[in-house]
């Protein structure tokens, strides 16, 4: 009964407070901010599949201020780099998370509740980000990010430590490390409990629509490695192993958001008229649909759909909950993809794709080096990246690293595939206004850090030995994603702009009237801002 006494008396305060809002005629401040991040979300999905959006997306695309020109304007487009910039406003040169493999995995921060993944935490991340903000602006300020991977869901929140959830496919869990908590909260507990996902077990993925409303064609080999490439996709009939496999279909976008609801609601976010809560949700199904089956495929164009009306329930539930005149939301994503070289459907212009095999030039470097005694930690080469960890060993050994990188780069040039391969030290004099590749190099890593060149394939061109389709280059293909505000402060329409991700901290922070801590790359949307000149 006190509870109940006491939630009227906050929704009449909270009514008071819209009242005089309305009658002064300034927009209420928002309650709640959500961002939603679909990962590997490419930026022409909206249009390609308009037809087809009736729910969630379709409402939000078309009632906000949607920047069809946006971009992730850096070089690595991966997962942990893209959430990275999403809520720091700054790039990945200055946020420190320069790629998958230099993101949140670390053994010091274990799991719980029985996942036995790698542990995680935000320990490589630099800075600070829009909910670090938001509480030196008001400490009472609660917030939760909720994502099926560790770094999508630690990312958009930073070094702060608080309820911050990611999917275990292992242990069919959503879990955290303890950086965060040594315990599971009793509310997270109780959903893992219940184990949605074992109602699937048996059960496939089919269609939303008919066949006939999707254009592109079902029977293609390269897909998924040539297995399980057809509509039906079955669920295995083995509990566990639905857990392990739940992440690969779209259903995992649901039970994230339901997760996200229950969270929201035991954090009781968005519930005081005087305080600004936070909520992140990356949902990440695209991602796992798209490397599995490529952005050519029935299967993306179902998942999107999927996506669509979950998105759609998740918005109505959320409307019931918190007033949604008090309600902001962002939307983008941390990267696009590239179809398989080899399908050529006719919506990307990918025919003169390469396979390109970068290996015996490594090699033969790998065995010169060692030859003249630089041992292979001193220096490494990653997805076209060439690093130098550790200079005083090829000091020592009386090998010079400048000389070494020009001579290795001339050799990488001539490999068919090969579009360019950048000097960093070099990348300094070049225009970067006219030269996105240098411009989104040097916002990946600064000249005189141990990154010492770079490569860049040729559009829509592949590694030889990826399996799957990808992402990861600085073209537009794996650059453009959506950018997108929604609701309380924003000013709705289409605006032309290009714009990069950023600028979405920036400008969520400007409706909210927060001011960053700190120096940015991004600058607020101001056509996205209701009454902003």
């Avoid at 490419?42 to 379709?58: C, E, V, W």
């Amino acid at each position: 009964m006190i509870r109940e006494i006491l939630a009227a008396a906050c929704l009449a305060a909270v009514a008071a407070l819209n009242l005089a809002a309305q009658k002064s005629g300034v927009a209420p401040k928002p309650t709640l901010v959500v961002l939603i991040t679909v990962d590997q979300m490419r930026g022409d999905y909206p249009a390609r599949f308009k037809q087809n959006l009736t729910g969630g997306l379709k409402r939000l695309f078309d009632g906000g201020a949607f920047f069809r020109n946006g971009f992730q304007d850096h070089a690595v487009t991966e997962t942990a780099p893209g959430h990275s910039t999403l809520t720091s406003g700054r790039f990945p040169v200055h946020t420190g998370i320069a790629a998958n493999s230099q993101g949140v995995g670390t053994a010091s921060a274990p799991l719980l509740g029985g996942a036995t993944e790698t542990g995680a935490s935000p320990f490589r991340f630099r800075g600070t980000t829009l909910v670090d903000w938001m509480r030196a602006a008001d400490p009472t300020t609660r917030f939760l990010s909720v994502s099926r991977k560790d770094r999508g869901a630690i990312l958009p929140i930073g070094l702060a430590k608080g309820d911050v959830y990611w999917w275990s496919g292992n242990a069919g869990i959503f879990t955290t490390s303890r950086y965060y908590a040594d315990t599971l909260p009793a509310w997270v507990q109780r959903f893992n409990e219940h184990k949605a996902y074992a109602a699937y077990a048996g059960k496939t993925w089919d269609l939303l629509l008919p066949g006939n409303r999707y254009a592109e064609q079902d029977t293609v080999w390269e897909e998924s490695n040539g297995v399980d490439f057809l509509f039906p996709h079955p669920f295995p009939s083995d509990t566990a192993a639905v857990a392990r496999m739940f992440a690969n279909y779209p259903v995992m976008d649901s039970l994230t958001l339901t997760f996200a609801l229950r969270g929201l609601q035991e954090g009781q976010l968005g519930t005081d008229g005087h305080r600004t809560d936070f909520l992140a949700v990356s949902l990440s199904t695209t991602d796992a649909v798209g490397h599995k089956y490529g952005p050519d495929s029935r299967e993306i164009h179902d998942q999107i759909l999927q996506l669509d009306r979950y998105l759609d329930a998740f918005l109505d539930s959320l409307f019931v909950l918190r007033d949604r005149k008090r309600v902001l939301i962002a939307l983008t994503s941390d990267h696009g993809v590239t179809p398989y070289p080899e399908v050529h459907s006719g919506r990307y212009p990918n025919k003169n794709a390469k396979r390109v095999n970068l290996d015996p030039i490594v090699t033969a470097l790998q065995v010169s080096l060692r030859a003249a005694g630089v041992t292979d930690s001193a220096w490494s080469f990653d997805d076209g990246v060439f690093s130098v960890h550790r200079a005083a060993a090829f000091d020592s050994a009386k090998v010079n690293v400048d000389s070494t990188t020009r001579v290795f780069a001339a050799t990488l040039r001539k490999v068919p595939g090969v579009m360019r391969v950048d000097l960093l030290s070099d990348l300094a004099k070049a225009n970067l206004t006219k030269d996105k590749i240098a411009r989104r190099w040097l916002h990946m890593f600064s000249p005189g850090s141990a990154t010492k060149l770079a490569v860049t394939l040729t559009p829509y061109s592949y590694w030889e030995a990826t399996t799957y389709a990808t992402h990861g280059m600085p073209h537009d293909s794996d650059a453009q994603v959506p950018v997108l505000f929604w609701g309380a402060g924003v000013r709705a329409g289409a605006p032309p702009d290009t714009v990069r991700t950023v600028d979405i901290a920036p400008t969520l922070a400007a409706i909210m009237g927060v001011k960053p801590l700190e120096k940015l790359d991004g600058v607020v949307l101001k056509k996205a801002v209701r009454g902003a000149r």
